[in-house]
C-alpha cells in the first residue's frame, strides 16, 4: 500500500544537492518519517537511493508541477497526487526566488505549513534539524551489515569532489596493500576519479582490481555490508557512515565540525594543524599510518587487521 493509502497527513521535503549534502538530510529524514510520512522532492536517483535506505517515498524535481514553482504566476500545473494531504512542506532554498516559490507552494499545498530554509545542509544542520542529542547512537541509523559468514571487506573510494579534497591515490593504494582478511579491499571511483586520474593513475587503480561506479544503486550495494569504508571528504563516505559502517574520512582544509560525515562509527583524520589561524594543512600531508591507526580504531571486533609498518 502506497504512501497516501496509509496516512491523511504527510511532510515533502525539497532538497537538490551533490551527494554528500543529500546524505547529511538523512537524519533529519529519518526523525521526521517516524512522526509523519516523508516524500522528499529531489533529484531522481537521490530520490531512489533515499527511498531505498530510508523507505519514504520521493518525487521528481524535475517534473512539470515542480518546476513551475519556480515561475512568477506559477503553480498552475496539476498537483501531484498527495499534495492535498501535506501538513508540512519544507524546502531548502539558496535562491533569489525563494519568495516566487513559496507563494507557489502554498497553492499547490493548500494545507500546508510551508517553511523555506535558506544556505547548504551541512552536518550542524542536519543533527540540529533531525534533533539528536547523541549523533553516534546506534539507533539513529538502520545498520546494514554484511551476511553471516560474509568476508570482512574494506571499501575504498579513492576521489573527491575537488583536488583540495583529494588524498593521493598512492596512499590509498597502500592503505588497500596493508589490509587483510578474507574479504580483502574493494577499491572504487566515479566519473569525477576517472576524469581527473592521469593515465599513469588509472593504470596504477586498474592494476589493483579497482572497480568503476556510476550508478549510485551500485554504489549502495559496494558499501552496504562493507567491514569499514575509507575515503574523503566526498558523498560515498557521507553513505558509508549513514549506513553504520565503520567510517575513515581523510580530511584536508575543510572544516569537519561542519562536512564530517554523520555516524555511528566515524573517525576524521586531518593535517596537523597550523598557523595563527588554526587552519589545516593539504590533505596530501595526511600519512598513511594515520589513516591505518584510525581505521583500526572504528572497525568492528573480528574484521581483518592492517599488517604492521615496515
Not at 530510508?54 to 518525487?59: A, D, N
Amino acid at each position: 500500500m502506497g504512501l497516501f493509502g496509509r496516512s491523511k497527513r504527510s511532510k515533502w521535503v525539497f532538497h537538490r544537492g551533490a551527494l554528500g549534502d543529500s546524505v547529511l538530510l538523512w537524519p533529519y529524514l529519518r526523525e521526521s518519517h517516524r512522526r509523519l510520512p516523508v516524500v522528499l522532492v529531489t533529484d531522481d536517483s537521490k530520490g531512489k537511493l533515499a527511498a531505498r535506505v530510508l523507505g519514504i517515498e520521493w518525487r521528481s524535481a524535475e517534473s512539470r508541477w515542480c518546476t513551475e514553482l519556480w515561475r512568477e504566476g506559477g503553480g498552475d500545473a496539476p498537483a501531484p497526487e498527495g499534495a492535498e494531504l501535506a501538513s508540512e512542506v519544507v524546502a531548502f532554498i539558496d535562491d533569489a526566488n525563494a519568495a516566487v516559490w513559496e507563494r507557489n507552494a502554498k497553492r499547490i499545498f493548500p494545507r500546508a505549513h510551508v517553511l523555506c530554509l535558506t544556505g547548504r545542509v551541512d552536518r550542524v544542520c542536519g543533527i540540529d534539524l533531525a534533533g539528536i542529542e547523541n549523533p553516534k547512537r546506534d539507533d539513529n541509523f538502520a545498520p546494514r551489515w554484511r551476511a553471516p559468514g560474509e568476508p570482512a571487506r574494506l571499501v575504498v573510494h579513492v576521489g573527491a569532489g575537488s583536488e583540495d579534497k583529494r588524498w593521493p591515490l598512492e596512499r590509498f593504494l597502500q592503505v588497500a596493500d596493508r589490509w587483510w582478511g578474507a574479504g580483502g579491499v574493494t577499491l572504487v571511483g566515479g566519473e569525477v576519479e576517472r576524469e581527473r586520474m592521469s593515465g599513469a593513475e588509472r593504470a596504477a587503480f586498474d592494476a589493483a582490481g579497482g572497480r568503476w561506479i556510476f550508478d549510485l544503486d551500485e554504489l549502495l550495494e559496494t558499501i552496504a555490508p562493507a567491514a569499514a569504508f575509507v575515503g574523503c571528504d566526498t558523498g560515498p563516505t557521507h553513505l558509508a557512515a549513514q549506513l553504520a559502517v565503520p567510517t575513515v574520512a581523510v580530511f584536508g582544509p575543510t572544516d569537519p565540525e561542519r562536512w564530517a560525515p554523520i555516524g555511528p562509527a566515524v573517525a576524521v583524520v586531518r593535517p596537523s594543524m597550523h598557523g595563527t589561524a588554526g587552519g589545516a594543512g593539504p590533505v596530501r600531508d595526511v600519512g598513511v599510518a594515520a589513516v591505518i591507526a584510525a581505521l583500526e580504531s572504528v572497525a568492528r571486533p573480528g574484521a581483518a587487521a592492517a599488517r604492521p609498518l615496515g
